[in-house]
C-alpha cells in the first residue's frame, strides 16, 4: 500500500480552544507539511469542500448547525472518498462507534488526545481509506469480469450457503444473486446424473472439505427452477483465507447442451442405420455379447437370426432405389413389431437384418419369431402405388450350442441362412455344424478363385451342337474348367455361383469370352468350317452397364464376326431385367450377335414372354430331354416347347441328348439342334478341332431320318 503524507487537513470544530489544541499538536510533532484548513461549522466544510481537495478530516461532533451522525452524514456525502475521522467527548463513545458504521474510518476521544497517537491515528485512517478504495476497486474488477465472462460462477461460504452468483450463473440456475444469498447450494445448484438421473454428490462440499478442485461428474444436468434441464461441465475449486483456510468455494460451469446433443447424435449415428434407424452392425454386436453375458448368468438362451430378403435386388433394379429404400423401411417396421421390447432388430447393411433375441428359455422360441418374421415380411407392402412382395430366407443360431460369442453366432446364424436360401427361400434353418463344413469349402473356393486367373488355371472345354437333320456341326458351347492346384477338377455348376457372389465373375467372364472368340476365329483361320460360338453369360454380366461395350471390344479385339457369336442367357437373367433387357438384346442382334435362352423350361417357362425379345433360340433343358425316355408319357412339354418355338421361328435345340432314343423322339418333333454326351463331351479345343475336320459320324446322327 502507497504511504500518503497528509497535506491538507480540514479541521471542523466551533470549539476554539480544542482547535488551538490540536493545531499545537501538530506543531509539537514536526508536521509543517500539513497545512491545517479550520473551519467552525458543517455548512463551511460543505462549502470548503466543494472548491478545494483535502487529504483528511477531522471533524467534531458537536457542531452548531449539525450534531452527531448528521454532521458524519453530510460531511461524508461532501467528500465521500476522503478519509473521515471524528473528534467525540468521552460520554458520547456509541455516537462515534455509530459514525464508523456511516463511513468514518477512525474515532479520537477529546482529552484522551496525545499528540504522536493523533498523527499515527490520522495516518492510518489515510491508510485504511486507500486500502478500502483498493478493495472496492478490485471487488468491482471482479464483478464486472464475472458478468461479462461466458461461464457461470456460483460462490459459496463454508457452509455450502451461496453467497454469490454472475450474470450467467443467475440466467443457468433460474435465480438472482440476491434471492440466492444465504440459500443452500443444492437448493439453487441442483445436478443430476443424466443417465441414471440421480442426484449427484455435492461438488461444493468435497472441494471444500478435501481443499482441492473438484470437476463436476461427467455426463451431469443442473435442473433449472421450474424443471428445466441443462447439459453442463464445470469445476468447483475451494477458495482460502489469509491464513490458507477454506472459506467456500467457487463454481464455475457452462453450458454444453449443443456440444452434449451433437456428441449423441454423432454416437446415435455412429450405432444406427440411417435409412431404417435400426440399430447397425456394430451396436447388435455389442448387445449380442451383453445378451450372452445375463444368458449365462441367468442359464438362459439367446438367439441370433440372420434374415436375408428373396429376391431384393430385382425390386431395386427394376423399381428403382427409392423405392428399394422405402420397402427396407417398412421390412424394418414389421420386423421390430415381432420381437419383444428387450429384444433388437438390427440392419446390417443391404437387405440383410440380424435380430438378437435375449433371455429365451427355449431354441424353439427363435422358431416362433422366425415364423412370425416370415409371414410379417410376406404380406404385401404398399409403397409408391405399387403393391411389393417379397420373401425372406432366415438363418438362426442359439447360444450356447452354436457358438461362445457373438462374431461365431452371426457367422452361424449366416450360414444356417445360406442354408435356408438354397432349400427354396422363405424358410428358416437352425444352424447345423455339417452346415459350416460346406461354409468353409465355399470360402476357400472363393480364396482360389482369386488366383486362379493370373495363375492360368482356367481353361476352355467346347461341346458340339448338332444340326439334326443334317447331322453336321453347327457350334460350339464354350464351357468352363478349372484345375485347382490341389483339388483338381471342379464343376462351374459349383464355382460359378461362388464366382458371382463374390464379384470375380466379371474378370472371369471376360477372359472366358475372349478365349472363345480367339479360339472361334482361329478355327476360321485354319480353314476349319466356321461354326457358331456359343458362350455363357451370368447374371451380373448382363445386369454390367459395361457388358455390350465388352462384347463388342472383344469382337473387333479378335476380329470374330458377330454373326458366329452366340450369347447363352438363362429365362431368369433375362426377366429380371425385363425393360432394359430387351433393348440390349435389340442392339446385339442389330450387329448380329445371336442370343440363346438356355435351360429353357426350368424358369418361368413364359413364351409369350419372350415373344417380347429379339432372340434367336431355345435351349430345352436337360431334364426335360430326360423326361422322354424315363417318363415317356410326360412329353407334353418338350412337345409344346418345340412346337411354340417353331411358331416363334426360334431355332429350338435339345440339351444333354445321351441316348438314341432321346435322338430318335426329337427328330420325330423335328427339333432343329441337340447337344449332348451322345455326340460329344465338352472337349478340349485340339480335340474339337479334329471333330470339325472329321465331322461327326453321321451314321450316329441320321440313323433315324
Ligand atoms: P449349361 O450352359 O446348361 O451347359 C451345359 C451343361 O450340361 C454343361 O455342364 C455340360 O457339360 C453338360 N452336358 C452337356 N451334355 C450333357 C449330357 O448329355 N448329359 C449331361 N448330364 N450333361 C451334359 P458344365 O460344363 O458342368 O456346366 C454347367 C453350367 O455351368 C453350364 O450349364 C453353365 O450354366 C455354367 N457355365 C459353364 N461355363 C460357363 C462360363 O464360361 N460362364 C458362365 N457364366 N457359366 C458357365
Ligand atoms: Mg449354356
Ligand atoms: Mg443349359
Redesign the pocket.
Known amino acids: 500500500m502507497s504511504k500518503k503524507s497528509i497535506r491538507v487537513l480540514l479541521l471542523v470544530e466551533d470549539n476554539p480552544g480544542d482547535a488551538r489544541l490540536l493545531r499545537e499538536m501538530f506543531n509539537e510533532q514536526g508536521a509543517h507539511n500539513t497545512e491545517l484548513i479550520h473551519v467552525g461549522s458543517v455548512g463551511d466544510a460543505e462549502q470548503y469542500l466543494a472548491k478545494s481537495a483535502v487529504d483528511i478530516i477531522v471533524l467534531d461532533l458537536g457542531l452548531p448547525d449539525a450534531d452527531g451522525m448528521e454532521a458524519v452524514r453530510r460531511t461524508h456525502t461532501a467528500a465521500p472518498r476522503v478519509p473521515l475521522v471524528v473528534l467525540t467527548g468521552l460520554d458520547d463513545e456509541s455516537v462515534a462507534a455509530q459514525a464508523l458504521q456511516e463511513g468514518a474510518q477512525d474515532y479520537l476521544i477529546k482529552g484522551e488526545i496525545d499528540a504522536r497517537g493523533l498523527l499515527r491515528s490520522l495516518r492510518y485512517a489515510v491508510e485504511r481509506k486507500i486500502a478500502e478504495e483498493a478493495l472496492f476497486l478490485e471487488t468491482e474488477r471482479a464483478q464486472v469480469t464475472l458478468n461479462s465472462i461466458g461461464d457461470a460462477v456460483v460462490c459459496t461460504d463454508i457452509s455450502g450457503n451461496i453467497s454469490f452468483l454472475n450474470l450467467v450463473a443467475e440466467r443457468m440456475t433460474g435465480w438472482t444473486s440476491l434471492e440466492a444469498a444465504g440459500r443452500p447450494m443444492a437448493e439453487v445448484f441442483r445436478i443430476l446424473d443424466a443417465t441414471s438421473l440421480e442426484t449427484t454428490p455435492n461438488p461444493m462440499e468435497m472441494a471444500a472439505a478435501q481443499d482441492r478442485t473438484v470437476h463436476l461428474p461427467s455426463n451431469c444436468i443442473l435442473i433449472r427452477r421450474g424443471g428445466y434441464e441443462i447439459a453442463i461441465e464445470g469445476s468447483v475449486s475451494p477458495i482460502h483465507d489469509r491464513e490458507g483456510q477454506v472459506i467456500g468455494a467457487v463454481n464455475v460451469f457452462n453450458d454444453v447442451s449443443a456440444a452434449r446433443a451433437m456428441a449423441l447424435q454423432m454416437a446415435h449415428s455412429a450405432q444406427h442405420d440411417y435409412l431404417t434407424g435400426l440399430p447397425n452392425r456394430m451396436l447388435v454386436n455389442d448387445r449380442v455379447k451383453q445378451a450372452i453375458v445375463l444368458a449365462s448368468r441367468h442359464m438362459k438362451k439367446v438367439a441370433v437370426l440372420f434374415l436375408d430378403l428373396d429376391g431384393f435386388k430385382h425390386i431395386n433394379d427394376s423399381l428403382g432405389h427409392q423405392t428399394g429404400d422405402k420397402l427396407l423401411q417398412s421390412i424394418a417396421k414389421r420386423l421390430v413389431d415381432c420381437v419383444r421390447f428387450s429384444d433388437t432388430v438390427s440392419r446390417q447393411g443391404g437387405d440383410e437384418f440380424v435380430v438378437l433375441l435375449s433371455e429365451m428359455e427355449h431354441s424353439e422360441d427363435a422358431a416362433i419369431t422366425a415364423r412370425r418374421m416370415l409371414s410379417a415380411v410376406a404380406e404385401a407392402h404398399s409403397i409408391d402405388q405399387h403393391d411389393l412382395h417379397v420373401t425372406t430366407s432366415i438363418g438362426v443360431s442359439v447360444y450356447p450350442d452354436d457358438g461362445p460369442d457373438a462374431e461365431t453366432l452371426v457367422k452361424n446364424a449366416d450360414t444356417a441362412m445360406y442354408q435356408a436360401k438354397e432349400n427354396g427361400r422363405q424358410n428358416y434353418q437352425f444352424f447345423k455344424p455339417a452346415m459350416n463344413v460346406r461354409a468353409v469349402e465355399r470360402q476357400s473356393i472363393e480364396e482360389s478363385l482369386r488366383r486362379a486367373l493370373e495363375r492360368q488355371e482356367f481353361a476352355?472345354?467346347y461341346?458340339p451342337k448338332i444340326d439334326l437333320k443334317t447331322g453336321e456341326i453347327t457350334g460350339a458351347?464354350?464351357?468352363?474348367?478349372w484345375t485347382h492346384p490341389t483339388r483338381g477338377l471342379i464343376?462351374?455348376?459349383e464355382f460359378?455361383p461362388v464366382a458371382e457372389d463374390c464379384g470375380l465373375?466379371l474378370p472371369?467372364?471376360k477372359w472366358?469370352l475372349r478365349e472363345a472368340c480367339k479360339q472361334a476365329r482361329a478355327w476360321v483361320d485354319a480353314g476349319l468350317p466356321p461354326v457358331t460360338m456359343a458362350?455363357?453369360?451370368?447374371a451380373m454380366?448382363f445386369r454390367d452397364d459395361n457388358f455390350l461395350e465388352r462384347v463388342f471390344a472383344v469382337l473387333s479385339e479378335t476380329g470374330l464376326d458377330p454373326q458366329f457369336l452366340e450369347l447363352?442367357l438363362?429365362e431368369s437373367v433375362l426377366m429380371k431385367r425385363a425393360e432394359s433387357a430387351a433393348s440390349v438384346l435389340q442392339t446385339l442382334r442389330a450387329k448380329g450377335v445371336q442370343v440363346a435362352v438356355?435351360?429353357f423350361g426350368t424358369g418361368y417357362s413364359s413364351l409369350s414372354y419372350l415373344r417380347k425379345f429379339p432372340i434367336n433360340a431355345l435351349?430345352i433343358?436337360?431334364s426335360f430331354v430326360h423326361q422322354i425316355t424315363t417318363t415317356p408319357d410326360d412329353t407334353a412339354i418338350v412337345t409344346a416347347v418345340i412346337s411354340m418355338g417353331r411358331s416363334l421361328k426360334l431355332r429350338v435345340v435339345a440339351?444333354?441328348?445321351?441316348t438314341q432314343e432321346e435322338l430318335a423322339f426329337l427328330q420325330d418333333l423335328q427339333c432343329d439342334e441337340a447337344?449332348?454326351?451322345?455326340f460329344g463331351?465338352?472337349m478340349p479345343p485340339k480335340e474339337f478341332a479334329g471333330l470339325l475336320k472329321s465331322g461327326i459320324s453321321k451314321a450316329a446322327v441320321l440313323v433315324h431320318s
Open positions: 476352355l472345354h461341346q458351347e464354350a464351357l468352363l474348367r464343376s462351374p455348376a460359378i465373375i472371369i467372364s472366358v458362350v455363357n453369360v451370368s454380366d447363352e438363362t438356355d435351360d435351349k433343358d436337360q440339351e444333354g441328348v445321351e447337344q449332348g454326351f451322345y463331351r465338352p
